[in-house]
């Protein structure tokens, strides 16, 4: 079913929505989540809570990229229910996305009292001024998660590439917080 | 603000910008040197079997075809041995800031300069900001390859980002853009 004809379908309040929405993307969104919880149980619970979600927020809301929305929702329901503390002993890979991300901040006084919403505009301000590659590669790795090697691989670069494009882009952003964070 | 925080916080990116992100696909490899020579070789081989299928006049003819394979088969390893040498040579070229740090070329941070005069190579330029002691230095910016950067003027400020070159008062640039750039 098309993605208009599913929001149709919520518009309508027609509970189907939610079975086509899960024939759609279910398996998509249980992918995302387990890539941030590692446990399959966890992950259908923040996919079953994104559909919930979902259905009290269409309507008012009507995307234009509806699995973007959801994708949205799912990402932000999961990394709440990370337990960060656990996830230092187990994750090695997201601490050090963590870890890479942090060395983008200049100063971390200043951008304390920034929402995540805020912050979620001044970052797609950011990548909206970059080359299409570099915006992909970054949104790979920090949003998808993805590893060096996976986005390699997808978009038929080398590894190597990969990571300069990452270590430039994070430069930048730690220009372009700075100077965002000099006008707050 | 920590990296978790801002990790989380990519959550709320534009759907736009997600969309184009959501279908990793395939580059199509038309730049692969070994990709273009076997594709040429292919040509090549192509034509001397038609020629010799043709029926037309082969006296000679068939002689010619096998140095003419020959040839092709030579360049076609000349191309693939290239390509591997290219291959070989990608993640140095490539200059990836792990390795360049472990060579001993620093990454340096956006750093603004103005251009005194663009040469041949490159552009010379007057340091401006206050970043790892070259506040006032003049150096030469050599551009990375494939940059374009036929629009920088001498006499106008920009900002540049760098990897200090191993001689001293070069930086090689990857990026430049004019210093009153508006977001």
């Not at chain 1, 079913?1 to 929405?21: H, P, V």
């Not at chain 2, 400020?157 to 853009?177: K, N, P």
């Amino acid at each position: 079913m098309e993605d208009s004809a599913i929001i149709k379908l919520y518009w309508d309040r027609d509970e189907t929505a939610i079975r086509e929405t899960e024939n759609a993307y279910g398996e998509r969104l249980r992918g995302l989540s387990r890539h941030i919880l590692d446990s399959r149980e966890d992950a259908r619970e923040c996919v079953n809570d994104t559909y919930l979600k979902t259905w009290e927020t269409i309507p008012p809301q009507k995307p234009n990229f509806f699995y973007s929305f959801l994708s949205k929702i799912c990402r932000y329901i999961s990394f709440g229910r990370l337990d960060w503390n656990n996830a230092a002993k187990r994750r090695a890979d997201l601490v050090s996305l963590t870890e890479e991300l942090e060395r983008c901040i200049p100063d971390r006084r200043v951008q304390d009292q920034v929402e995540a919403k805020e912050l979620g505009r001044i970052i797609s301000a950011f990548l909206a001024t970059l080359p299409r590659d570099s915006r992909l590669i970054f949104l790979r790795r920090y949003w998808h998660l993805d590893t060096t090697e996976e986005i390699a691989k997808n978009y038929g670069f080398s590894v190597s590439k990969v990571k300069t494009q990452l270590h430039r882009t994070r430069a930048k952003l730690y220009t372009y917080l700075e100077q965002e964070g000099i006008r707050l | 603000m920590n990296g978790k925080e801002l990790l989380e916080a990519m959550s709320f990116i534009d759907e736009e910008l997600l969309a184009e992100a959501e279908a990793p696909r395939r580059r199509i490899a038309w730049r692969s040197w070994g990709t273009l020579a076997a594709c040429l070789c292919i040509i090549v081989l192509g034509t001397i079997s038609f020629r010799l299928l043709s029926g037309s006049p082969t006296e000679g003819l068939a002689d010619q075809a096998v140095p003419e394979a020959a040839l092709a088969a030579g360049a076609m390893q000349d191309s693939i041995t290239a390509s591997q040498e290219h291959a070989e040579e990608e993640p140095q070229e490539a200059g990836t800031p792990e390795l360049a740090d472990e060579a001993g070329a620093e990454v340096l941070p956006a750093t603004q300069v103005r251009i005194i005069e663009v040469t041949e190579d490159g552009l010379i330029a007057l340091i401006l900001t206050e970043a790892r002691d070259l506040q006032g230095l003049t150096v030469t910016l050599i551009p990375e390859e494939g940059m374009d950067i036929s629009g920088v003027e001498a006499g106008k400020e920009y900002t540049v980002w760098a990897t200090a070159s191993e001689e001293d008062g070069i930086l090689r640039i990857w990026d430049i853009q004019p210093a009153d750039q508006e977001d």
